[in-house]
């Protein structure tokens, strides 16, 4: 088995920052991917940002040069620090990793998300 636990998560005032951490643990042999991921009231669930394990970063256009992601291998876990935050960003943010399973198996595994309320 798999769990992800997330933690960071909180209300702040426009302009502020947080930092979101991941850590996996359970039977994993690999992970091949590691993201996070967003869901505001009445919109569709986005992806803010993904690492690969080559270490290739990706950003949703809405927080590029603000969110950082950043990977620790060895302990299994993916960061997002998020500075100047905007009203807008206030969401659930759930991370998700691609791993590969002590029994060879694919799958995407997810934690079970994070409240970040941003005020004006």
């Known amino acids: 088995q798999v769990q992800l636990v997330e933690s960071g998560g909180g209300l702040v005032q426009a302009g502020g920052s947080l930092r979101l951490s991941c850590a996996a643990s359970g039977s994993i042999f690999s992970i091949n991917g590691m993201g996070w991921y967003r869901q505001a009231p009445g919109k569709q669930r986005e992806l803010v940002a993904h690492?690969?394990?080559?270490?290739?970063?990706n950003y949703a256009d809405s927080v590029k040069g603000r969110f950082t992601i950043s990977r620790d291998t060895a302990k299994n876990a993916v960061y997002l620090q998020m500075n100047n935050l905007k009203p807008e960003d206030t969401a659930v943010y759930f991370c998700?990793?691609?791993?590969?399973?002590?029994?060879?198996?694919?799958?995407?595994?997810w934690g079970q998300g994070t409240q970040v309320t941003v005020s004006s």
């Open positions: 690492t690969t394990s080559g270490g290739s970063t």
């Open positions: 998700q990793m691609r791993i590969i399973s002590l029994r060879g198996l694919l799958g995407n595994y």
